[in-house]
């Protein structure tokens, strides 16, 4: 009998539980199926990108600060928190930094080089982290795109050649707010600039 009473209490806890934890997120967030069109003024949104070239597989963290149309800035990270790159766009021109290679890059434009796929139109890329569909990330809308885009609820799937990269939304925060060094983006004296596509 007092075995019985456990049971029984057992299963309405397990009841109270599994209806507290559907209650609070009884639908998970959905980006790319959404028919917002307009951007915030600011926001930070978190996110994750898988990258596949060839037979190596890697998933990066990724945060994107940004003032949409006017300046960004993505932090990659890698395994246990590594940066593996920080990209900082403004109007005046962009500067990218690989740490763990002691290179970087630098240019003006829209056009900015992204690690595994090359050059893409800033503004168009991070249209993607805002769950806003694009048809083309070319620097140049008069080029044919090599690139296959598939969209899910919260990602998108980006195919060129056999490599493909995915970006899955998890946080989108339009009133974050940060520290004026976000826009500040330093390149050790002992790095190397590099000019072409970095392996």
């Not at 998970?28 to 959404?34: E, H, I, V």
Request: charged residues 20%; hydrophobic residues 40%.
């Amino acid at each position: 009998m007092y075995s019985l009473k456990i049971l029984n209490i057992l299963v309405i806890l397990s009841i109270l539980v599994q209806t507290l934890s559907c209650s609070r997120n009884p639908h998970p967030q959905t980006y790319f199926g959404n028919k917002q069109t307009s951007l915030p003024d600011s926001a930070k949104v978190k996110a994750v990108i898988a990258v596949s070239q060839g037979s190596a597989n890697e998933k990066l963290s990724a945060v994107l600060f940004a003032v949409p149309n006017e300046k960004y800035r993505l932090e990659l990270s890698g395994t246990l928190g590594l940066s593996a790159a920080s990209i900082l766009w403004k109007q005046e021109g962009w500067k990218i930094v690989f740490s763990q290679n002691e290179r970087y890059m630098e240019g003006n434009g829209n056009c900015v080089f992204i690690p595994i796929y090359g050059g893409v139109d800033i503004h168009k890329f991070s249209l993607l982290f805002f769950g806003q569909k694009v048809n083309s990330l070319n620097c140049d809308n008069s080029k044919p795109s090599n690139l296959a885009l598939e969209y899910n609820d919260n990602s998108v799937l980006a195919f060129f050649g056999k490599d493909s990269l995915r970006l899955e939304i998890k946080n989108i925060d339009p009133k974050a707010e940060w520290k004026s060094g976000v826009w500040n983006l330093n390149v050790p004296e002992n790095y190397v600039r590099v000019t072409g596509y970095l392996k």
